[in-house]
């Protein structure tokens, strides 16, 4: 295939997105501190190459081929964070034949990598599905395809940019997007250090409480006697309790307690009227590194080792390249916080988490 030219590669991206975040006037958010000298160092573009792993993936010298342009792409964010020891996820909307993405590093001072990554479809892999009450903040929908993309131990914090194009199954090959990455230290707003414990939240305009019902469903079922019965709140979920450490070595923990109830089939199908089994309790034990980003006053939870109960069974792990866990906007007002995030299921849910200590 054609290898695009330093020169070639360059000139399409005239107009691309510049790494530096925009000034900010420091008055007008409440939670700004001061910015982080670390992060602002620009990357070269062959160390951070060469850090940059991705299960499955094939590197390749030279320059990633000849974009054709007859496939559409698009991602949503074009600048993102990544995170030490970790690394950063790459999401998007891909077509039915979709077959690999190249992704090539460069510096922002224009600087391409002497190589790129050829990611075949068949390497990507649906993430674990969590229990933990902040990890809807990174729920992937169906449709998406998520990349994952880790970090080895020698990056350290600082920018750099990417180049990503996909292909297909026939060679066709998009045009590239450019996406700028700012690797954040850990930590970073010491007003955040301390042990928040959940008060309420505020889900699409509805007030939950600790301890009341949320993401109820209902269900329609047929009796014995082939009547229709509908079953109000068949099954709903309930956060008894959430405790969320921030610590000041840039570490944290958190411990979410919480019930199920769920509807017995067999017996309201047979009695044709609403029974209930006994409520099912579980918690989540979530423990990591923790970061902010004061241009955007948003925080991050990179977990590296959980704990999930439900009932009688435990599950543990380690997570050796870490995984986002929450990554959401937050306001500190004194010994009271509010995480804000949206997540997707079937309709788009808005929800403000409020915490005090």
Same mark, same amino acid.
């Given at each position: 295939?054609?290898k695009i030219?330093?020169?070639?590669?360059a000139?399409?991206f005239l %107009?691309?997105i510049?790494?530096?975040?925009d000034?900010?006037?420091?008055n007008?958010? $409440?939670?700004?501190v001061?910015?982080n000298p670390?992060e602002?160092?620009?990357l070269?573009?062959?160390?951070?190459?060469?850090?940059?792993?991705?299960?499955?993936?094939n590197r390749?010298?030279g320059?990633?081929?000849?974009?054709?342009?007859n496939? =559409?792409?698009?991602?949503?964010?074009t600048n993102?964070? @990544?995170?030490?020891n970790s /690394?950063?996820?790459i999401?998007?909307?891909? $077509?039915?034949?979709?077959a &690999?993405?190249?992704?090539q590093?460069r510096?922002?001072?224009?600087?391409?990598a002497?190589?790129?990554?050829?990611?075949p479809s068949?390497?990507?892999r649906?993430g674990?599905?969590k229990?933990?009450?902040?990890s809807?903040s990174?729920?992937?929908?169906?449709?998406?395809?998520?990349?994952?993309?880790?970090f %080895?131990? *020698?990056?350290p914090?600082?920018?750099?940019?990417y180049?990503?194009c996909?292909?297909?199954?026939? /060679?066709n090959?998009?045009e590239?997007v450019e996406?700028?990455v700012?690797?954040?230290?850990?930590?970073?707003?010491?007003?955040?250090?301390?042990t928040?414990?959940?008060?309420k939240?505020i889900e699409n305009g509805v007030t939950i409480? =600790? &301890?009341? +019902? !949320?993401?109820?469903?209902?269900?329609t079922?047929?009796?014995?006697n082939?009547?229709e019965?509908?079953?109000?709140n068949a099954?709903c979920?309930v956060?008894e309790?959430f405790?969320?450490?921030?610590?000041?070595?840039?570490?944290? +923990?958190y411990r !979410?307690d *919480?019930?199920e109830?769920?509807?017995?089939?067999?017996a309201?199908? #047979?009695?044709?009227?609403a029974?209930?089994?006994?409520e099912?309790s579980?918690?989540?034990?979530?423990?990591?590194?923790w970061a902010?980003?004061?241009?955007?006053?948003?925080? !991050?939870?990179?977990?590296?080792?959980?704990?999930?109960?439900? @009932?009688?069974?435990?599950?543990? %792990?380690?997570l #050796?390249d870490g995984?986002? *866990?929450?990554?959401?906007d937050?306001?500190?007002?004194?010994?009271n916080m509010?995480?804000?995030?949206?997540?997707e299921d079937?309709?788009?849910?808005n929800v403000e988490f409020?915490?005090s200590?």
């Amino acid at each position: 295939m054609k290898k695009i030219n330093l020169i070639l590669l360059a000139s399409l991206f005239l %107009g691309v997105i510049s790494c530096s975040s925009d000034d900010e006037n420091p008055n007008s958010n $409440p939670n700004q501190v001061d910015p982080n000298p670390v992060e602002d160092v620009v990357l070269e573009a062959n160390s951070v190459s060469q850090g940059l792993t991705v299960d499955g993936a094939n590197r390749i010298t030279g320059n990633a081929p000849t974009p054709t342009g007859n496939i =559409p792409f698009a991602i949503d964010e074009t600048n993102q964070s @990544g995170f030490l020891n970790s /690394g950063f996820d790459i999401t998007f909307d891909a $077509p039915q034949n979709f077959a &690999g993405a190249y992704l090539q590093v460069r510096s922002n001072d224009g600087t391409f990598a002497p190589d790129y990554l050829d990611i075949p479809s068949s390497s990507i892999r649906a993430g674990r599905n969590k229990s933990g009450i902040l990890s809807k903040s990174n729920q992937k929908m169906d449709n998406e395809v998520e990349i994952d993309v880790n970090f %080895g131990n *020698d990056i350290p914090p600082g920018k750099f940019c990417y180049l990503i194009c996909i292909y297909d199954n026939q /060679g066709n090959i998009s045009e590239p997007v450019e996406v700028c990455v700012e690797i954040e230290a850990w930590g970073g707003n010491s007003a955040l250090v301390g042990t928040w414990n959940y008060t309420k939240q505020i889900e699409n305009g509805v007030t939950i409480l =600790p &301890g009341e +019902e !949320s993401d109820c469903g209902d269900a329609t079922i047929v009796c014995a006697n082939e009547q229709e019965l509908v079953i109000d709140n068949a099954y709903c979920y309930v956060l008894e309790s959430f405790a969320l450490t921030i610590n000041s070595d840039g570490t944290y +923990e958190y411990r !979410s307690d *919480d019930t199920e109830k769920n509807f017995d089939y067999s017996a309201s199908v #047979e009695n044709c009227e609403a029974t209930f089994g006994a409520e099912g309790s579980g918690y989540y034990i979530s423990k990591g590194n923790w970061a902010y980003d004061e241009e955007e006053g948003k925080l !991050s939870l990179v977990e590296f080792e959980y704990v999930e109960a439900s @009932g009688d069974q435990i599950f543990d %792990g380690t997570l #050796e390249d870490g995984e986002v *866990d929450f990554d959401g906007d937050v306001t500190i007002d004194g010994s009271n916080m509010v995480v804000k995030f949206s997540y997707e299921d079937d309709i788009v849910y808005n929800v403000e988490f409020f915490l005090s200590k």
